[in-house]
T-cell receptor, first 109, second 115 residues
Framework: GQNIDQPTEMTATEGAIVQINCTYQ??????LFWYQQHAGEAPTFLSY????GLEEKGRFSSFLSRSKGYSYLLLKELQMKDSASYLC??????????FGQGTELSVKP | GAVVSQHPSWVICKSGTSVKIECRSL??????MFWYRQFPKQSLMLMAT?????????EQGVEKDKFLINHASLTLSTLTVTSAHPEDSSFYIC???????????FGPGTRLTVL
């Protein structure tokens, strides 16, 4: 079967660092996407990891371990505008995205 | 680059009517377009995948006669919800990817409310 797990919600303080974890089980795995989604809006692309390791892009970094079926999204220097839902999605060889339930991040002052 | 638009942004219709939603890739050619549905507080569920010029591939449990998908050109796909019912009320989101590209770019979504 296919399964993507991530925490339902997290809370962090402005200026802090937060790590959102994602574990996946899917056949024909090709890579792992992270998207950000604000309420009532469509997801926006954050990162795509194909190979193991850490990829850094400004305040956001994403890590992948294919052998462990594990990824995380790291957000540094949190800002209020980072409050959103963060979606982990496994990309399989069929060209499909299998989404997790999303992690609702609340950034507090 | 990689902008996807959807129209309309929101629509309210009466039960039994049909609604058409358009998805356009504005600055790239989308060989593949995807249609998702998202209920409140839930994640995106893939409904169907469409490639330009061919029939859409529907996910298990999605009625192809109810959700008609047409991908007539490399920049336009349409989803028609036929004989809509209140349980079809949802947030419908399309995404598009270019030839040989893995990344899907999402449209802004269409909020459908069926009364």
């Amino acid at each position: 079967g296919q399964n993507i797990d991530q925490p339902t919600e997290m809370t962090a303080t402005e200026g802090a660092i937060v790590q959102i974890n994602c574990t996946y089980q899917t056949s024909g795995f090709n890579g792992l996407f992270w998207y950000q989604q604000h309420a009532g809006e469509a997801p926006t692309f954050l990162s795509y990891n194909v190979l193991d390791g850490l990829e850094e892009k400004g305040r956001f970094s994403s890590f992948l371990s294919r052998s462990k079926g594990y990824s995380y999204l790291l957000l540094k220097e949190l800002q209020m505008k980072d409050s959103a839902s963060y979606l982990c999605a496994a990309y399989n060889q069929g060209g499909k995205l299998i989404f997790g339930q999303g992690t609702e991040l609340s950034v507090k002052p | 680059g990689a902008v996807v638009s959807q129209h309309p942004s929101w629509v309210i219709c009466k039960s039994g009517t049909s609604v058409k939603i358009e998805c356009r890739s504005l600055d790239f050619q989308a060989t593949t377009m995807f249609w998702y549905r998202q209920f409140p507080k839930q994640s995106l569920m893939l409904m169907a995948t469409s490639n330009e010029g061919s029939k859409a591939t529907y996910e298990q449990g999605v009625e192809k006669d109810k959700f008609l998908i047409n991908h007539a050109s490399l920049t336009l796909s349409t989803l028609t919800v036929t004989s809509a019912h209140p349980e079809d009320s949802s947030f419908y989101i399309c995404s598009a990817s270019g030839t040989g590209k893995d990344t899907q770019y999402f449209g802004p979504g269409t909020r459908l409310t069926v009364l």
